[in-house]
C-alpha cells in the first residue's frame, strides 16, 4: 500500500471528531481536501474504511485497523522528528481528557500529587464531551481519559476491543441555583418545581448530548443560556439568570452565590467518573497518572 502519512493524519482525524467536516476544521483543510484523502486511503487499501452514517462518518473494521497501524506509524514519525531536531522530550509524557467538569475538581489535586510521586512525568490536558474524548481515545489523540457515565452503565462505546475502564468515584447530580429568589435558603427541590425554570445547557448535536438540564424533566425545557464553559454556566447561576445540573463533586469550587439543590420526586441521578484508556498493558507513566486521579477522585 502506498499510503501518505498525511493520509493517516486524516484518518486519525477523522476516527477522533467524527465527520470530514469536524476533521478539516481541525486539520486547517478545505472539507474536499480531507475527502480526497479519505479516497485515496480506501483506493490504496483495496477497501472500504468510512461507513455515512446521518449522524456522522464511523471506520469500518477494516478501517479501524489501519487506525491502530497509524497510530503506532505517527507516534514513531514524531519520535524521529525529536531525534533529529535534538528536541526529544526530558519527561515522559501522558496526554490526558477530562469531561467537561471535571477539571476544575479532579484535575488540580492530581497533577499535584503526581508532581509530588512522579515528577519526572508530564501531563497535557484538553477538555471534551464523553462521546469526543472516546473518539480521541481511540483514535490516539490521547492516551487516558476521565469519562462519565449514568445508570446502567453500559459498555463505552461498540467498538472491539473494549476500552479498558476503571471506576474512581460515584457522584450525585444535582442542581446549581441561585442563592437568593426562588430557591433561596433551600437544599432540595421537587422536579415538578423545575418544569418551567430557566436552564443553563451546554448545546447539544447530533453527535453530543444536552448538558445541564435535569433528565428525565417533564415536558420540554426552558433553556435560555447555552454555554459550554462550566465558569460561564455556574456564574450566569450566581447572578441570578437560571440553574443548571452539576455533579455534586464540584460543591468545593462553586463560586459565591450558588446554592445546591437535591433533586426530589424523581429518580436519584448518579455519575460515575472512570478512567479509560485501549486495551492492553499500561506504559508506567499511564498507570501513574491513573494512580493520582484515583487517590484524589
Known amino acids: 500500500?502506498?499510503?501518505?502519512?498525511?493520509?493517516?493524519?486524516?484518518?486519525?482525524?477523522?476516527?477522533?471528531?467524527?465527520?470530514?467536516?469536524?476533521?478539516?476544521?481541525?486539520?486547517?483543510?478545505?472539507?474536499?481536501?480531507?475527502?480526497?484523502?479519505?479516497?485515496?486511503?480506501?483506493?490504496?487499501?483495496?477497501?472500504?474504511?468510512?461507513?455515512?452514517?446521518?449522524?456522522?462518518?464511523?471506520?469500518?473494521?477494516?478501517?479501524?485497523?489501519?487506525?491502530?497501524?497509524?497510530?503506532?506509524?505517527?507516534?514513531?514519525?514524531?519520535?524521529?522528528?525529536?531525534?533529529?531536531?535534538?528536541?526529544?522530550?526530558?519527561?515522559?509524557?501522558?496526554?490526558?481528557?477530562?469531561?467537561l467538569s471535571a477539571g476544575a475538581a479532579l484535575l488540580p489535586p492530581s497533577l499535584t500529587r503526581l508532581a509530588a510521586t512522579d515528577p519526572q512525568i508530564t501531563v497535557t490536558t484538553t477538555e471534551g464531551t464523553t462521546p469526543s474524548l472516546i473518539r480521541a481515545l481511540r483514535a490516539g489523540s490521547i492516551d487516558l481519559a476521565v469519562l462519565t457515565s449514568r445508570p446502567p452503565h453500559r459498555?463505552?462505546?461498540?467498538?472491539?476491543?473494549?476500552?479498558?475502564?476503571?471506576?474512581?468515584?460515584?457522584?450525585?447530580?444535582?442542581?446549581?441555583?441561585?442563592?437568593?429568589?426562588?430557591?433561596?435558603?433551600?437544599?432540595?427541590?421537587?422536579?415538578?418545581?423545575?418544569?418551567?425554570?430557566?436552564?443553563?445547557?451546554?448545546?447539544?448535536?447530533?453527535?453530543?448530548?444536552?448538558?445541564?438540564?435535569?433528565?428525565?424533566l417533564p415536558g420540554r425545557p426552558r433553556i435560555v443560556h447555552r454555554a459550554r464553559d462550566w465558569l460561564t454556566k455556574l456564574q450566569l447561576v450566581a447572578g441570578g439568570f437560571g440553574v443548571t445540573t452539576v455533579p455534586l463533586r464540584l460543591s468545593p469550587v462553586l463560586p459565591p452565590g450558588v446554592s445546591l439543590l437535591h433533586v426530589e420526586g424523581a429518580p436519584p441521578e448518579v455519575r460515575r467518573i472512570l478512567v479509560a484508556r485501549l486495551p492492553g498493558r499500561p506504559a508506567p507513566a499511564i498507570s501513574a497518572v491513573t494512580r493520582a486521579i484515583a487517590s484524589t477522585a
Not at 49 to 68: K, N, S
Not at 92 to 99: A, K, M, S
Not at 171 to 184: I, Q
Open 155 to 216: 459498555p463505552l462505546d461498540g467498538e472491539s476491543p473494549r476500552l479498558h475502564a476503571e471506576t474512581v468515584a460515584d457522584t450525585e447530580l444535582v442542581v446549581a441555583a441561585p442563592s437568593t429568589g426562588e430557591f433561596a435558603g433551600r437544599t432540595a427541590v421537587h422536579v415538578d418545581e423545575l418544569v418551567d425554570a430557566p436552564w443553563v445547557a451546554t448545546p447539544a448535536s447530533r453527535s453530543e448530548p444536552l448538558l445541564g438540564v435535569w433528565p428525565g
Open 1 to 99: 500500500m502506498d499510503i501518505s502519512s498525511t493520509g493517516l493524519r486524516v484518518l486519525r482525524q477523522i476516527a477522533e471528531s467524527g465527520s470530514f467536516t469536524a476533521a478539516a476544521t481541525r486539520l486547517g483543510y478545505t472539507q474536499s481536501a480531507v475527502s480526497r484523502q479519505a479516497a485515496s486511503l480506501e483506493r490504496s487499501a483495496g477497501t472500504a474504511l468510512f461507513e455515512r452514517h446521518p449522524d456522522g462518518v464511523r471506520l469500518t473494521p477494516a478501517g479501524l485497523t489501519l487506525l491502530r497501524h497509524a497510530r503506532t506509524i505517527l507516534d514513531c514519525l514524531t519520535a524521529a522528528e525529536r531525534d533529529l531536531t535534538g528536541t526529544g522530550p526530558r519527561t515522559e509524557l501522558v496526554r490526558l481528557g477530562l469531561f
